[in-house]
């Protein structure tokens, strides 16, 4: 969403004695078509297909809500992640910027000195949520654009601010990387793969096997009959994430999936969109999707990301909304007041919103995915081989 334009391998026991040597044809056949659970290696995330496995070895389904980062709004996001577990969420994306921005007064993550206040804002909110096992995922809000072009000197600072924050969090497996927000617009698909791969590889080069996400195009939504390229996850993600270690791609569902008045939301190619991502055997979420209150398009946005919330749950989808702590004309609450926290019954909540309801009742109700059975090496992680 855009803010005013800018913004080794052990195996675990089934339990029970040790299998005789001589077993029957119909134990062994038992045998073979049973599923063992296989011990994390490190208790790290890992990627594995379209598996997010989590530190426990469970399979992961991520839910929370976008929350405001640094930077712009400076709100105490830190101070709020019991409220936070309240809700039931394991993940919150938060925003800012990562370029100085003067018309905002903002000096973003590139700034020397400068900036020091934000990185240390990111540490704050990390060490709080974290610190209960509910991921964080930074992303930039900003791009790296000139008139529709690569503006080399924007990407080798964002670089550098990606490659400051590896450096920092890569022993935190609880911390993700969202490279860039909607990223491309109808820009050259070839520099939508050039700079996720620059991004990921500077990152990479620092040692860190943190979960890197990659938007979508078409301002994330992926929509490909606006007339802009969209698909471009199902189309480059499996380039992007080849024989590479934990990469998770990220789709925004808003007023693309529905018509206008809300009128056919676009159910059955949402589900074969995910089925297409998942078939390259790539991982995905809905990392944006929620509706607001004042907005002259509410219905249709909120039939769009109605069929996130009706569908990707049963594709094993998780869903991120949008926005826990909205701003200025950002009418996308949660709760009445607007603020995520400002719940009035944490056992049975009376003032949230349709939208706050929806994440609510996900949040407490996540799919139970199961125990990971697979192989850890077809992470691609150094440390799971």
């Not at 943190?210 to 994330?220: E, F, R, S, T, Y």
């Not at 995905?284 to 002259?296: A, C, R």
């Not at 609450?333 to 609510?360: C, E, I, K, R, Y």
């Amino acid at each position: 969403m855009k803010l005013m334009g800018l913004l080794p391998l052990l195996l675990s026991a089934c339990g029970g004695a040790e299998m005789s040597s001589e077993v029957s044809p119909s134990e062994a056949e038992h045998a073979e078509t049973m599923t063992t659970a296989v011990a994390n290696p490190t208790g790290r995330f890992y990627i594995v297909g379209k598996d997010i496995v989590a530190p426990d070895g469970k399979k992961f389904y991520p839910v929370g809500a976008n929350l405001d980062g640094w930077d712009f709004f400076q709100r105490s996001t830190e101070n709020y992640s019991a409220e936070a577990v309240k809700w039931g969420w394991n993940l919150i994306r938060i925003n800012g910027a990562q370029l100085p921005h003067a018309n905002f007064n903002t000096y973003g993550l590139v700034s020397g000195t400068a900036s020091n206040g934000n990185f240390a804002k990111i540490d704050r909110i990390i060490q709080a949520y974290t610190s209960k096992k509910i991921v964080v995922l930074i992303e930039f809000h900003d791009k790296v654009w000139s008139g529709g072009t690569i503006d080399a000197t924007k990407l080798n600072q964002t670089k550098e601010a990606w490659i400051a924050l590896a450096n920092k969090y890569k022993n935190n497996t609880y911390v993700w990387f969202n490279l860039i927000n909607e990223p491309i617009w109808g820009e050259s698909a070839t520099d939508y793969v050039s700079i996720h791969t620059t991004l990921r590889n500077a990152i990479r080069a620092t040692g860190a096997e943190n979960i890197i996400v990659v938007d979508g195009g078409v301002a994330g939504q992926e929509w490909n009959r606006w007339g802009v390229p969209g698909n471009l996850i199902p189309t480059y993600g499996p380039q992007l994430a080849q024989n590479q270690c934990n990469m998770l791609f990220s789709i925004h569902v808003y007023n693309a999936w529905a018509e206008a008045g809300g009128s056919s939301p676009h159910t059955t190619e949402f589900i074969n969109y995910v089925k297409s991502v998942q078939s390259k055997n790539l991982a995905l979420i809905v990392g944006e999707t929620g509706w607001d209150k004042t907005n002259s398009d509410v219905p249709r946005l909120k039939a769009g990301s109605m069929v996130a919330f009706n569908n990707a749950p049963a594709q094993g989808v998780g869903i991120v909304a949008w926005h826990g702590t909205p701003n200025w004309d950002d009418t996308f609450n949660l709760t009445q007041s607007g603020q995520f926290h400002a719940v009035n019954d944490w056992t049975q909540p009376t003032n949230l919103t349709d939208l706050g309801t929806v994440l609510w009742q996900l949040g407490h109700n996540k799919p139970q995915l199961g125990t990971f059975t697979g192989s850890y090496a077809a992470s691609n992680c150094a440390s799971a081989k």
